[in-house]
């Protein structure tokens, strides 16, 4: 039974500790005033109290938070519970399927890899004959030297950009000047 005189006058200052059998309201009365199970008129008169007791209003909003930390961490709780297995089932799936898909994958991987090679060599090969067939031109040309074919395809190709050069120049050189 809750023996708490109504609206008592403040008993110890706004702020001041609560002396000892003055009526402030019990922790267990405070909670269940949080907890909304105060008869009407328990609950009526602990509002009572709580207006004039700043003691007794900070005890509650202590309590209030400690309430609320449980019932966050209770919340909180059942969702792994739910949430894992779906999250760990999605994951082995997309782990599984990528597996499938690499395994699907491999051999088109590797026939398309071979071909790279194959197309790699070829071309080396085509370039390579073509570089050698340039280089014996250019050698033709010019004095033989020591340097290799990539060398002398470089000089012949300078050579072409040159005379290309001196075209367009004897070009421009022709037009009527304005
Ligand atoms: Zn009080």
Same mark, same amino acid.
């Given at each position: ?12 200052? =706004? &702020? ?6 003055? $009526?402030?309201?019990? =922790? &267990?009365?405070?909670? &269940? ?8 008129? #328990?609950?009526?008169? #602990? ?7 700043? !003691? ?5 909003? +202590? ?24 999250? +760990?089932? %999605? ?21 398309? +890899? ?6 790699? !060599?070829?071309? $080396? %090969?085509?370039? $390579? ?5 340039? $280089?014996?031109?250019? #050698?033709?040309?010019? %004095?033989? &030297? !020591?340097?290799?074919?990539? #060398? ?20 421009? %050189? ?5």
């Amino acid at each position: 039974m809750n023996a708490h005189p109504p609206t008592p006058p403040r008993p110890a200052g =706004p &702020d001041g500790p609560a002396p000892a059998g003055t $009526g402030h309201l019990p =922790p &267990d009365v405070l909670g &269940d005033l949080l907890d909304r199970r105060l008869t009407p008129e #328990a609950a009526a008169r #602990a509002a009572a109290h709580l207006d004039a007791c700043a !003691a007794c209003r900070a005890e509650r909003d +202590a309590l209030a938070q400690v309430i609320a930390l449980g019932a966050h961490a209770r919340s909180r709780t059942p969702v792994p519970a739910d949430v894992w297995p779906m999250v +760990a089932a %999605a994951t082995i799936h997309e782990g599984e399927v990528r597996r499938r898909l690499l395994r699907r994958m491999r051999g088109p991987l590797l026939l398309a +890899a071979l071909a790279l090679c194959v197309v790699s !060599a070829w071309l $080396g %090969a085509l370039v $390579g004959r073509e570089l050698e067939r340039r $280089g014996r031109r250019g #050698a033709d040309a010019s %004095a033989p &030297d !020591a340097a290799g074919p990539d #060398a002398r395809t470089l000089e012949r190709q300078m050579e072409l950009l040159r005379e290309r050069e001196r075209e367009a120049e004897q070009k421009r %050189a022709r037009l009527p000047r304005p």
